[in-house]
């Protein structure tokens, strides 16, 4: 039994407020979590990426449907260690994925945090509780596979549209809210110059071949006007059509149980999956330096390059077999 159920019937108001009341002598007390988080985010909906605001909107629903299911007030000193694992609880009993779990314990860290920095009371053991992740399951494209797509021809005009869209963010590394933007100013000389719209960094790629001629084909007009949930659909009717059909066998775990699922490849083949693919092709051909690609992708730390790229223990062996090193 949970120390939430425990605890619930112990105050004659029947909530469970969680506070631990040493720090009640701090100002700025007995603020709602909920609406500390909604005066925070809103005013800056408008500058910051277009999933802030609905990322606090989805922990908001969660926090919000806690606390109505088991009648309890959150407050901002109300989130310390023993509600955090009583939401972490929560949270699995809904059969939610571990991942997505930990992603929105980090955002009610992350706004405790702040809390405490505008000087609202906080319980400092919130920072104690911990969850365990798991390595998200992705797929990526190899350059044959790329190449398989873009001169496949059994494709009606639209989905050929769509196509060259997507091949053009396989080999620019680029986010599908910044690939699916450029136009004919981005395309100086052989290089692709951009400020990507999530961190506002400013890459340069150089154009492949592919994209070159994509940009002759469209004359710099490059397709566009999906959202990313419409893209998706066509992307996965065209990679199916193309017969993208290997099994591939992902393992997660989902609430408390052991989840093995076995899908088609084009099943998993999403805009993200262009981003991945290219930064993942690059390191593959053993030429360039993990800091060389990391200046195109963006990525500001080898810890979370190599996380982010699909490379396996048979990769590596294949890349150093070659070397001179294993020779007399």
């Known amino acids: 039994m949970t120390a939430l159920k425990v605890l619930k019937g112990n105050f004659d108001s029947g909530k469970k407020n969680y506070i631990n009341y040493t720090t009640q002598s701090e100002s700025k007390k007995d603020v709602l979590f909920t609406d500390f988080i909604t005066n925070t985010v809103d005013p800056k909906q408008k500058r910051m990426s277009e999933n802030y605001a609905k990322n606090y909107k989805t922990l908001l629903f969660h926090l919000n449907n806690f606390s109505e299911e088991y009648d309890v007030n959150i407050y901002t000193n109300s989130v310390n260690e023993e509600f955090l694992d009583d939401f972490i609880t929560y949270l699995e009993e809904k059969n939610y994925k571990l991942n997505y779990i930990n992603f929105l314990i980090i955002l009610t860290k992350g706004m405790v945090k702040k809390a405490a920095i505008y000087g609202y009371a906080v319980d400092p053991s919130f920072d104690d509780v911990k969850v365990k992740t798991e390595e998200s399951f992705s797929v990526y494209?190899?350059?044959?596979?790329?190449?398989?797509?873009?001169?496949?021809?059994?494709?009606?005009?639209?989905?050929?549209?769509?196509?060259?869209?997507?091949?053009?963010?396989?080999?620019?590394?680029?986010?599908?809210?910044?690939y699916s933007s450029l136009d004919s100013s981005n395309f100086q000389g052989d290089f692709i110059v951009k400020t990507t719209k999530k961190t506002g960094i400013k890459v340069v790629i150089p154009e492949h071949d592919y994209v070159k001629e994509i940009y002759n084909k469209y004359e710099g007009k490059i397709p566009n006007g999906l959202s990313l949930q419409q893209f998706n659909k066509h992307l996965k009717n065209i990679s199916r059509e193309i017969g993208f059909n290997d099994t591939v066998i992902i393992n997660y775990i989902k609430g408390r149980k052991s989840i093995t699922e076995i899908k088609p490849k084009w099943k998993l083949i999403t805009t993200h999956t262009a981003r991945r693919s290219f930064a993942t092709n690059m390191y593959l051909t053993g030429r360039m330096k993990t800091f060389e690609i990391m200046a195109i992708t963006g990525h500001t730390t080898e810890k979370?390059?190599?996380?982010?790229?699909?490379?396996t223990k048979e990769n590596i062996v294949n890349q150093i077999a070659g070397d001179t090193f294993f020779r007399k």
């Open 141 to 178: 494209l190899s350059m044959n596979e790329i190449t398989r797509i873009y001169y496949y021809d059994k494709l009606s005009p639209i989905q050929k549209k769509w196509r060259d869209l997507f091949v053009l963010g396989c080999l620019t590394g680029l986010r599908y809210s910044d």
């Open 304 to 311: 979370s390059f190599f996380k982010y790229i699909k490379v």
